[in-house]
């Protein structure tokens, strides 16, 4: 496969991930947080990225152990920024809970 195909099926992989962290943070974050008392409120674009970022990264992580010779997958979770950005997705999403309120 040449590389530009790799990098369009990864743009899509990124939208359809993106697609799905949108239902799962309106459908289910929303209803955990106000059984929890806590406000879904602010800028709750912020959330949606966290729950995309992490479904995205649970996603790679199964691709390398299935095709461990996948040059882009690789790349990817060599990545310091990636996995920077997976750290801070899972403090956007899981902040709420420890101190009660959606601070964003």
């Given at each position: 496969m040449?590389?530009?195909?790799a990098y369009a099926v990864t743009l899509l992989e990124i939208v359809i991930f993106l697609f799905i962290g949108f239902i799962l943070t309106e459908n289910v974050l929303r209803?955990?947080?106000?059984?929890?008392?806590?406000?879904f409120n602010g800028n709750v674009w912020v959330n949606w990225?966290?729950?995309?970022?992490?479904l995205f990264?649970?996603?790679t992580i199964v691709?390398?152990?299935i095709s461990k010779?996948?040059?882009?997958?690789?790349?990817?979770?060599?990545s310091?920024?990636?996995?920077?950005?997976?750290l801070?997705?899972?403090?956007?999403?899981?902040?709420?809970?420890?101190?009660?309120r959606n601070p964003f």
């Open positions: 040449s590389i530009w195909k209803v955990v947080y106000g059984n929890l008392g806590i406000r990225f966290g729950v995309s970022y992490i990264v649970t996603y691709r390398i152990v010779n996948n040059f882009l997958i690789k790349e990817r979770t060599r310091i920024l990636f996995w920077l950005l997976f801070g997705s899972i403090v956007v999403v899981f902040i709420p809970f420890i101190i009660g």
